[in-house]
């Protein structure tokens, strides 16, 4: 199985509720590693920006809102399979339909206040990866 990089946030919710350490021991204990991580606010602009695929939609003002409101970190995962597995991690996108023990069904309140972001696929991983990160900023590890 190959080695991918994926692009996670702690978004504002749950580091309001300080469960960044605990949703970090999650991504480790998976097997995952974070090779890159910062602690940010959001400006409107980037987070229209690394939202655009939902430009238009109904929700799409309510997750900028959101998505400003306050500080999230943002995280390179590096693993086998680690696009898919930190998606499994998350659970789905409604808290309410997420298996038991994901991040989402113990952390997130709503649809729109979800704790995590993940990277979809490989072409949203290499393309949110820039988003955020020079290539710098990313630490090789063993
Ligand atoms: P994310 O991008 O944040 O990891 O979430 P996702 O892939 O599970 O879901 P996505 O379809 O990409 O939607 C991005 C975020 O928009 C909000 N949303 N609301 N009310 C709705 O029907 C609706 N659909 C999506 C969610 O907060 C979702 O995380
Ligand atoms: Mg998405």
């Not at 940010?40 to 987070?47: G, I, N």
């Not at 996108?93 to 997130?108: H, L, Q, S, V």
């Not at 290539?135 to 063993?142: G, K, V």
Request: glycine letters at 6%.
């Amino acid at each position: 199985m190959a080695v991918e990089r994926t692009l996670s946030i702690v978004k504002p919710d749950a580091v309001a509720k300080n469960v960044v350490g605990e949703i970090y021991s999650r991504f480790e204990k998976a097997g995952l590693r974070i090779v890159a991580a910062k602690m940010l606010r959001l400006s409107r602009t980037q987070a229209e920006g690394f939202y655009a695929e939902h430009k238009g939609r109904p929700f799409f003002p309510a997750l900028v809102d959101f998505m400003t409101s306050g500080p999230v970190t943002v995280q390179v995962l590096e693993g086998e399979n680690a696009i898919a597995k930190n998606r499994e991690l998350m659970g789905a996108t409604n808290p309410k339909e997420a298996e038991p023990g994901t991040i989402r069904a113990d952390f997130a309140e709503s649809i729109d206040a979800n704790a995590a972001h993940g990277s979809d696929s490989p072409a949203s991983a290499e393309r949110e990866i820039a988003y955020f990160f020079a290539t710098s900023e990313i630490c090789e590890r063993d």
